[in-house]
């Protein structure tokens, strides 16, 4: 008997880097899913098929994990395939953690709830990569769109019907445990700037919160503009996503931003989709790649 599930990508919609340090993000789970299926197997040692080898680490750590933790010996087959690939910066590493516990508590019949499931893709992710929020994981999780604080502190749901963004992929990986360092060594130098910063964030966050809940994607558009100058202030921003940024709203669109650490993977701007077309062509005729996406999705699940 072999166990499928899914858990899907993620957006970062506000609050990129000031969510490290204990202020709120606004994070959406993206129809772009990482699949895992998981069998047992007759074997010494586990077995894992997965087509990128960065997910391999993130899969074995937390077979390792879950087999000390509820003391299981048998074997297991972990096989994985994406919908999207981990250069775009979607989060695959947090959608395979998360899938893989999933799948393995149902193969072994563990009842776990789903902070619990948060809890220890956190503990993966942070024993991995060393630093992180956890918001990626937090939207692989629950999914839909959420306003989430560092370590799962804060997990809301906004209920919210539409949130209509195009996506741009910048053509480069971004390296985010370099810029999330590279955060922090500005965050030592010059505290009381970054803090700074990081409260405006919050302000924006929350305003951003309030737009999105009653639909006043205007106010959305020009708090995403404003967390946009603020992440250029720290030094995370390329001229490749300012000029993907730029073009977005040279056409129409309500607001743009990186999403996530910065220094590549994607930037995201918020449309009335009457303008998509306008502002995906946009962005086409300065380089980068449109990545179609449906926002708001449904997160860990299982497959029939």
């Given amino acids: 008997m072999s166990i499928k599930v899914s858990a899907p990508g993620k957006l970062l919609l506000l609050g990129d880097h000031a969510v490290v340090y204990g202020y709120p993000c606004l994070v959406t789970a993206v129809d772009k899913r990482l699949y895992?299926?998981?069998?047992?197997?007759?074997?010494?040692?586990?077995?894992?098929?997965?087509p990128q080898v960065k997910e391999s680490r993130f899969v074995l750590e937390s077979i390792a994990y879950f087999k000390e933790k509820y003391q299981i010996e048998k074997s297991v087959r972990i096989k994985t395939k994406g919908d999207f690939s981990h250069h775009v910066g979607l989060g695959s590493s947090?959608?395979?953690t998360v899938a893989t516990f999933k799948a393995l508590s149902l193969l072994f019949q563990k009842e776990i709830t789903l902070k619990e499931l948060f809890e220890m893709s956190y503990h993966v992710n942070i024993i991995i990569q060393g630093v992180g929020?956890?918001?990626d994981i937090a939207a692989a999780t629950f999914?839909?769109?959420?306003?989430?604080?560092?370590?799962?502190?804060?997990?809301?749901?906004?209920?919210i019907s539409d949130l209509p963004l195009v996506v741009g992929y910048s053509g480069t990986k971004a390296d985010t445990p370099f810029y999330i360092r590279k955060v922090?060594?500005?965050?030592k130098s010059k505290k009381q700037e970054m803090e700074d910063i990081f409260k405006s964030m919050q302000v924006l966050v929350e305003r951003a919160k309030k737009g999105l809940l009653s639909h006043n994607l205007a106010t959305v558009g020009i708090c995403m503009n404003e967390n946009q100058k603020l992440l250029t202030k720290l030094g995370v921003?390329?001229?490749?996503?300012?000029?993907?940024?730029k073009a977005a709203i040279d056409v129409g669109a309500y607001g743009a931003k990186l999403s996530g650490a910065g220094g590549g993977d994607c930037m995201i701007a918020l449309v009335d989709n009457k303008k998509r077309n306008k502002v995906e062509h946009a962005i086409e005729q300065v380089g980068g790649e449109i990545i179609h996406v449906n926002v708001n999705t449904v997160g860990v699940t299982i497959e029939t």
């Fill in 237 to 245: 921003s390329t001229p490749k996503l300012e000029s993907m940024i």
């Fill in 184 to 187: 922090a060594e500005a965050f």
């Fill in 36 to 50: 895992v299926e998981a069998e047992l197997i007759d074997a010494q040692e586990d077995e894992i098929i997965t």
């Fill in 94 to 96: 947090s959608a395979v």
């Fill in 133 to 135: 929020s956890g918001f």
């Fill in 143 to 159: 999914g839909g769109t959420l306003e989430y604080v560092v370590g799962g502190k804060v997990i809301d749901a906004l209920h």
